[in-house]
């Protein structure tokens, strides 16, 4: 079962933040946090990971609460190209096959 | 294009056929990995090779299916005797594992395999 727990659906206005919430109040000290996405009819697309720290890269932000108990991912310009199926995942650093177990996602609708 | 590719993209059999379907990861991943995705869900990891071994796999891949990765490049999986529930989208992906570890998957596009 996936460890994460990510509100079904949300939309944006484009141009707008996106910030998509996950909830992983279970998580293990030597877990990532990760972020993929999935454009409709399309394979996942790696976004951002973190352990710790807040991270950011060309894509988005990754903003993980200081008891890790919860992360938010910001697209902090959201485009219309940006509405996909968003996965919030942990992976255990410990767990060397780094295989993925992803949950039902946040679909994400940006709107005009 | 130098991402992961995978052939078939779309696959129809009648049940009780043999399907097989390839993987090319990029070139200088050593990890593959295949995931099942069916409508509406996230994708469902199915096994994982490093290099020519075949590491883990999941309860999900039943003895009707195998895959094999025999000179640690490509990757193929068999679905022998398909039934309708193998109807779904079977994802690839890849990663290098070492010194140099690259904690993200690759995904290819996948094959949508229909089961009539």
């Known amino acids: 079962d996936a460890k994460t727990t990510q509100p079904t659906s949300m939309d944006c206005a484009e141009g707008r933040a996106a910030n998509l919430p996950c909830n992983h109040s279970?998580?293990?000290?030597?877990?990532?946090v990760y972020w993929y996405r999935q454009i409709h009819s399309q394979g996942p697309q790696y976004i951002i990971h973190g352990l710790k720290n807040n991270e950011t890269n060309e894509m988005a932000s990754l903003i993980i609460t200081e008891d890790r108990k919860s992360s938010t991912l910001i697209l902090p310009h959201a485009t219309l190209r940006d509405t996909a199926v968003y996965y919030c995942i942990v992976s255990a650093l410990g767990d060397s096959s780094y295989k993925l177990i992803f949950g039902s996602g946040t679909r994400l609708l940006v709107r005009p | 294009d130098t991402g992961v590719s995978q052939d078939p993209r779309h696959k129809i059999t009648k049940r009780g056929q043999n399907v097989t379907f390839r993987c090319d990861p990029i070139s200088e991943h050593n990890r593959l990995y295949w995931y099942r995705q069916t409508l509406g869900q996230g994708p469902e990891f199915l096994t994982y090779?490093?290099?020519?071994?075949?590491?883990?796999k999941s309860r999900l891949l039943s003895d009707r299916f195998s895959a094999e990765r025999p000179k640690g490049s490509f990757s193929t999986l068999e679905i022998q005797r398909t039934e309708q529930g193998d109807s779904a989208m079977y994802l690839c992906?890849?990663?290098?594992?070492?010194?140099?570890?690259?904690?993200?998957?690759?995904f290819g596009p996948g094959t949508r395999l229909t089961v009539t």
């Open positions: 279970t998580i293990s000290g030597n877990e990532y």
């Open positions: 090779f490093q290099n020519e071994a075949q590491l883990e």
């Open positions: 992906a890849s990663s290098l594992w070492g010194h140099q570890t690259s904690y993200e998957q690759y």
